[in-house]
């Protein structure tokens, strides 16, 4: 019997059928945008409470004033229709008003990985073409340490009370745009700065790591932003009474996107956390009534670890969207904080054009198909160990059988005013192209391909297998085992690096394990390549485990093997060679034990 409330599949499907409309209500050519539903929402809204922020609130009239204020600031400076504009700022308030402002002026906002700097930093601007950039105080740090930067970039700053960067460091960013936009007018910017801004255009750019190579950066119409708040708004039946919460970094799609445009559509309110604290979440939610939050399966298991206590079903959260909750946390988080909750478990990516959810509350899924030639979604046979498709006798790939993991593909829809099911890609053409598969089930046919094993059972419900390849999931993160290379490649003495993922029991995902093979003579430092790691990537990504090899194990064509090294992992029964994993707490990697492995967990 399931731990959670399940919901009848006739009202399932009724919400499904609301939802089609939405496909056609938003067509390339479609005179609406990101900043037309603000303005909006700010007429039908405007005395109502939007933004939340510690003791900080703004309705919808105060917060589309803000925005106001920061786009006429943003004109005076010079950002037109089309500009690209970097915004590399923690979640909190002024997030929004700086985004909302360059929506307002017509221009692109990059939202920036504030984790980043160095070669992924600079990549990000030059990808996206950024010809300006909004900087928090918190994350000037991590531009003034980076090389390769375009001397034409224009900067603005925005301070930070909590996090303010040293004066001779923000000396060097340009003018205080919370300065320059309190000096504006904060009433309806004219409406020539976007004329000819249409719903097919280019609204933000989301970096998503991929399977190889630097994180890129997807394309994200105003349209598919607009599209996926009103379909959330449908699905998650959410309305004006709600309250979202959104500690999910605001530059990735599931808070920017997901999150902020489903409140936006809903007339709801929102609440802004910099990070996630599991010690201040509940507080949070009794403090400010949230009835609706965003979670990764990470999230939902650090608030199972915390002590139970007499008040944990005295709570007005009541909706959970996310990723990578498994059956044995969904279980025992119902039966601790309650059986009200409806739990919207989902598969799908920022850049995806296919995806799935469970409406019904049946554990573990990750959504339900019942009739898949309604869908453009498909599974396929693959593989795993020869890392290719199994095709049939004519050449064309083959649908996996029920309960078999297949990679889910999307029928790309190619049609000048149709964005539902087109994929829009990233703004490298040659990446966008690798993404889609051609010739799949008949000629001429093109279909955007996942990196993701799902299976279906008998009933039509979708579960999350794993990621295929080169890329693996911790922490809620991508990561790309050619990045984590290229970042450890020039560790003195190292000879071979090889970076993989590799399960730990009790946890989402896959956690960075790499095997090194040392020169001759030289011997493995620990101190040193913690720092060489942890000084090149973000936390999630520097490997959590440590596998010192005599050899690389290669094939004949001299390709790294990842697949041994992947199930063998840190099994000390399967594994005789040296094994450390990561302890933060001494900056270091210490010799693998059980004890060791729980510490680095907890840290």
């Given amino acids: 019997m399931s731990a959670s409330t399940v919901v009848p599949r006739e009202?399932?499907?009724?919400?499904?059928?609301?939802?089609?409309?939405?496909?056609?209500?938003?067509?390339?050519?479609?005179?609406?945008?990101?900043?037309?539903?603000?303005?909006?929402?700010?007429?039908?809204?405007?005395?109502?409470?939007?933004?939340?922020?510690?003791?900080?609130?703004?309705?919808?009239?105060?917060?589309?004033?803000?925005?106001?204020?920061?786009?006429?600031?943003?004109?005076?400076?010079?950002?037109?229709?089309?500009?690209v504009v970097a915004l590399s700022m923690e979640n909190r308030s002024a997030f929004f008003f700086a985004w909302m402002g360059i929506a307002k002026v017509g221009a692109v906002a990059a939202f920036i990985n504030t984790h980043v700097s160095g070669k992924p930093l600079a990549h990000a601007l030059e990808v996206t073409g950024a010809r300006y950039a909004i900087v928090g105080e918190e994350c000037m740090p991590r531009f003034a340490e980076t090389d390769g930067i375009s001397d034409s970039l224009v900067y603005f700053q925005w301070p930070d009370a909590e996090r303010p960067a040293a004066p001779e460091l923000r000396s060097a960013f340009g003018d205080d745009l919370q300065?320059?936009?309190?000096?504006?007018?904060?009433?309806?910017?004219?409406?020539?700065?976007?004329?000819?801004?249409?719903?097919?255009?280019?609204?933000?750019y989301i970096f998503t790591s991929g399977t190889t190579g630097l994180p890129k950066a997807a394309v994200v119409s105003h349209a598919r932003w607009l599209m996926a708040g009103d379909a959330m708004k449908?699905?998650?039946?959410?309305?004006?009474?709600?309250?979202?919460?959104?500690?999910?970094?605001?530059?990735?799609?599931?808070?920017?996107?997901?999150?902020?445009?489903?409140?936006?559509?809903?007339?709801?309110?929102?609440?802004?956390?910099?990070?996630?604290?599991?010690?201040?979440?509940?507080?949070?939610?009794?403090?400010?009534?949230?009835?609706?939050?965003?979670?990764?399966?990470?999230?939902?298991?650090?608030?199972?670890?915390?002590p139970p206590a007499d008040d944990d079903k005295q709570h007005s959260l009541r909706k959970m969207a996310g990723t990578g909750l498994t059956t044995e946390i969904w279980q025992q988080w119902v039966n601790r904080f309650g059986h009200q909750f409806r739990i919207f478990e989902g598969w799908g990516g920022t850049e995806s054009n296919t995806n799935t959810i469970n409406l019904d509350n049946h554990v573990g899924s990750c959504g339900r198909v019942p009739f898949w030639e309604k869908t453009n979604l498909r599974l396929v046979r693959f593989d795993q160990e020869k890392g290719d498709y199994i095709r049939d006798d004519k050449g064309f790939l083959q649908l996996a059988g029920v309960n078999e993991p297949g990679e889910a593909l999307g029928m790309v829809i190619s049609h000048p005013e149709v964005l539902a099911g087109r994929f829009e890609g990233y703004t490298n053409a040659e990446a966008t192209e690798k993404k889609i598969l051609r010739n799949v089930f008949a000629e001429g046919d093109a279909w955007w391909t996942s990196g993701d094993l799902l299976r279906c059972d008998e009933h039509g419900y979708c579960w999350f297998v794993d990621r295929i390849g080169d890329t693996y999931r911790w922490k809620s993160e991508n990561v790309s085992t050619m990045e984590v290379t290229d970042a450890l490649v020039e560790y003195p003495g190292a000879d071979a690096v090889t970076v993989y993922g590799v399960q730990v029991p009790g946890h989402d995902g896959r956690a960075g394990m790499v095997a090194l093979v040392m020169v001759d003579g030289v011997s493995f430092d620990a101190d040193a390549f913690y720092r060489l790691a942890l000084e090149r990537l973000p936390r999630y990504a520097a490997p959590l485990f440590v596998r010192l090899m005599d050899a690389p194990d290669m094939?004949?064509?001299?390709?790294?093997?990842?697949?041994?090294?992947?199930?063998?992992?840190?099994?000390?029964?399967?594994?005789?060679?040296?094994?450390?994993?990561?302890?933060?707490r001494l900056k270091t990697y210490v010799p693998f034990t059980p004890a060791a492995l729980q510490e680095a967990l907890r840290g």
């Fill in 555 to 584: 094939t004949g064509n001299y390709k790294l093997r990842k697949v041994d090294l992947q199930k063998q992992g840190f099994d000390t029964a399967l594994v005789k060679d040296p094994l450390y994993v990561r302890d933060d």
């Fill in 234 to 306: 449908l699905l998650w039946e959410t309305d004006s009474s709600d309250c979202f919460y959104c500690f999910l970094p605001l530059y990735h799609g599931a808070a920017s996107m997901s999150a902020t445009s489903t409140a936006l559509s809903s007339g709801a309110s929102l609440v802004v956390r910099r990070k996630f604290s599991r010690s201040e979440f509940w507080n949070d939610v009794r403090r400010y009534q949230i009835t609706f939050c965003q979670y990764v399966g990470e999230i939902c298991r650090f608030l199972l670890s915390v």
């Fill in 11 to 83: 009202q399932t499907q009724q919400i499904l059928d609301r939802r089609g409309p939405i496909a056609t209500k938003y067509m390339a050519s479609t005179p609406f945008t990101t900043a037309d539903r603000l303005e909006d929402c700010a007429k039908e809204f405007g005395a109502k409470v939007f933004l939340m922020e510690g003791d900080l609130r703004y309705t919808y009239a105060q917060f589309n004033a803000r925005a106001n204020q920061v786009a006429r600031a943003l004109h005076i400076a010079g950002v037109r229709k089309g500009d």
């Fill in 179 to 204: 300065q320059l936009a309190a000096q504006q007018d904060g009433a309806a910017v004219p409406a020539e700065w976007r004329e000819g801004l249409r719903a097919g255009d280019t609204a933000q």
